[in-house]
């Protein structure tokens, strides 16, 4: 089917032409590889802070306090030799004034020390029949021992969420912070080293933590371990940094915007994929979020994943219950397991979602803390999560800390027949809108503006709301479509509501109104 579409989200209109074989809402497999073409129109603009191009200051053995804030790069001595000096735009550590000022906006450089191994002495030029020529490949017996090293990095914050960016590695999120819980999302590996496994594209990896950008193959994409450029940016009302990387194999170039906007804790991230080539260009692009919502360095039995979909097909797995790649399962429940808790992924397991439906998340009941990603589902279609099982720490650090990965793509799978080709000259981007959560005790809806929890308890019903920025929606609880509560809940990061409503028996909705327009209609779970 060829279509055309156009669609605007957050203020971007993009127009974009697709070859495809099925519906957004499952997963296809095409005789050949869709070809796309985008064009953003009337984009928001970015208002970058005075910068300045200078040579990426260099990993030091020397340590320093960490997420100190400097005003001008430090510089510094490599404690492994280098094969790449990237190049890197940056300001001055500046705090510009806000909209108001208790909202805390700022975007500043600071210097970050992290125990790393001397893995940069181990790359070596990879042979020019590889599939990834030419990135590198890595001799794991020339990797040095452990030791602390500065890196830059960038804090880009607001009085609910804080985030740090390290363009060094891939550009990549390396901490996502819950100022309001003092909670940290993403998992942080104690130490940056490569796998000790035949992990990702290249046959390594580093499993670092936080968020990383795959571009342009599938897996863990190919220059997660590159410099990144970057740019500090700001504009009224908020805040953001631009990280980005042309990719060596096709001189496509992967543009990551981070945004944060005062009174709002949603991260928004807009990615931008560019081909300024005279060719068509095949690509895969994925956000992998490495998460633990724990409040520790590795995820709780109390986790739970809510995707609505009705199917998942299997990526891997070491699950013998479970059938084989490519294979579809039902979702949430299959076989008698329901693997919305994560306490059922025993063996690791990988699953994309066979519906993308705009909004997918994770929840920990115990430290009441969760992850909501909210997309433009005409665009991005890929959904994915993927958890350890029975694989060891020891693969990827020193101590027994573990993840588990929520994945957004743009494509549908990893399978070769869900590549998108990028027409030459076209840039293809979007927005999403990622946010935490916390105090409803759960997860069982959300959209960009609105996270709700509905549980039926022995006692009744437990309703939490959650918003990104403050509002009020009218809430109306129905048993077996008898109202048994209506109330208004004025809701905020700051402010989030919960209420149990007492009762028995099944047949219970919950339905959200704002301005007369029902939201949402909501089965307990």
């Known amino acids: 089917m060829n279509a ?22 499952s997963i296809a497999e095409p005789s050949a590889p869709p070809t796309l073409t985008a064009t953003p129109v009337e984009t928001l603009p970015d208002a970058p802070m005075a910068t300045a191009t200078v040579s990426a200051p260099r990993p030091s053995p020397a340590p320093t306090s960490t997420l100190a804030p400097t005003a001008t790069p430090v ?4 404690e492994a030799p280098m094969l790449l000096t990237p190049t890197v735009t940056f300001t001055p550590e500046v705090y510009l004034p806000t909209v108001m000022k208790d909202w805390a906006l700022a975007v500043y450089e600071t210097q970050i020390t992290l125990t790393s191994y001397a893995w940069e002495q181990a790359l070596r030029p990879s042979d020019p029949g590889s599939p990834y020529y030419p990135y590198h490949d890595l001799d794991r017996g020339a990797v040095g021992p ?133 060719e068509p260009k095949p690509l895969m692009f994925w956000i992998n979020a490495m998460l633990t919502l724990s409040g520790s360095n590795a995820p709780s039995n109390s986790l ?16 013998g219950q479970l059938p084989g790649p490519r294979s579809l399962i039902s979702w949430p429940v299959f076989g008698g397991r329901d693997f919305s808790y994560y306490s059922e992924w025993r063996y690791y397991l990988g699953v994309f979602a066979t519906q993308a439906q705009g909004a997918m ?27 350890l099982g029975d694989l060891p720490s020891d693969i990827f650090t020193v101590d ?29 981007t979007w927005d999403e809108r990622w946010y935490a959560v ?19 308890t022995a006692e009744g019903v437990m309703v ?21 509560g209506v109330f208004p809940a004025q809701i905020g990061p700051d402010a989030p509501f919960r209420r149990a409503i007492p009762g028995s028996g099944a047949g219970w909705t919950l339905e959200l109104w704002k301005d007369g327009l029902r939201l949402a209609e909501i089965a307990p779970y």
Not at 367 to 379: C, F, M, N, Q
Request: with cysteine.
């Open 400 to 428: 027994n800390s573990r993840y588990f990965e929520l994945w957004g793509g743009l494509n549908r799978t990893f399978f070769p027949e869900d590549y998108l080709s990028l027409a030459a000259g076209q840039t293809l």
């Open 464 to 484: 939490g709301l959650f918003a990104p920025r403050a509002q009020t929606v009218d809430v109306v609880v129905k048993q077996n479509d008898l109202i048994q």
């Open 146 to 278: 452990p030791a602390p090293r500065t890196y830059t990095g960038v804090i880009l914050e607001n009085s609910f969420t804080r985030i740090t960016v390290l363009p060094y590695l891939g550009g990549r999120i390396l901490r996502w912070e819950d100022r309001l819980t003092g909670q940290r999302l993403t998992y942080e590996n104690p130490v940056i080293m490569p796998v000790n496994a035949n992990w990702g594209y290249r046959g390594w990896w580093l499993a670092t933590g936080g968020v990383e950008w795959a571009f342009p193959v599938e897996e863990h994409g190919l220059n997660e371990y590159l410099p990144w450029e970057y740019q500090l940016l700001s504009g009224e009302n908020w805040r953001g940094v631009r990280v980005w990387h042309t990719d060596w194999r096709t001189g496509m170039t992967i543009e990551i915007t981070l945004r944060l906007y005062g009174g709002d804790n949603t991260l928004v991230i807009t990615p931008r994929i560019t081909n300024p080539t005279a």
């Open 75 to 78: 510089a510094t001595v490599p």
């Open 4 to 25: 055309k579409i156009a669609w605007r989200w957050l203020g971007l209109t993009v127009i974009a032409a697709l070859t495809a074989c099925s519906p957004a809402q």
């Open 438 to 456: 916390h105090g409803i005790g759960g997860l069982a809806w959300a959209n960009a503006e609105l996270a709700a929890a509905f549980k039926q």
């Open 304 to 319: 739970r994943f809510w995707v609505p979909t009705e199917q998942m097909k299997i990526h891997s797995t070491g699950d």
């Open 361 to 387: 998340g994770a929840y920990d009941e115990d430290s009441d803390l969760g992850l909501v990603r909210t997309y433009p589902p005409a665009t991005p279609q890929g959904v994915k999560l993927f958890c």
